[in-house]
């Protein structure tokens, strides 16, 4: 059974649109021990959303975990983890933050509460509102 998680990127530094011409990406650059945990809790097959971080922040598209979790090739602390991923698909609206904090039902997201979190679960029920929100059915 598959998990949903958030990932938030700054799109100057990697964007959606990289994403989605590279076809694949390796996650890297998480430090946050609890960033960490969270990849390290991923699977194949887990879904993703790809949230841009920064001027406009909003969900912006769905991806999928292809590789699980495994020590980051770049770099010299073994604690440091990444996962590989492929792009799914956009969203057909990108749901922004302010859309997503105007949800009561969603006040309780990792989004919301630790903003500063780059990786983050989302629960069944939250993804669904999200999705719904962006468009997809």
Known sequence: MAEHWLLKTEPSTYSWEQLLQDGRATWDGVRN????????SMSAGDELMIYHSGKDPAVIG?????RA??????????KLVVVDLAP??????????AAIKADP????????????LSVQP???EQWAI????????
């Open 105 to 116: 039902r969603l006040l309780t997201m990792d989004l919301v509460r630790i903003s500063r």
């Open 62 to 66: 769905l991806a999928r975990v292809t």
């Open 88 to 97: 799914v698909r956009p969203l057909p609206t990108p749901v922004s933050l």
């Open 130 to 137: 999200i999705l719904k929100a962006g468009g997809i059915r």
């Open 69 to 78: 979790a495994y020590p980051d090739p770049k770099a010299k602390e073994p």
């Open 122 to 124: 989302v629960s069944k």
């Open 33 to 40: 021990p609890t960033a960490l945990k969270h990849l390290r």
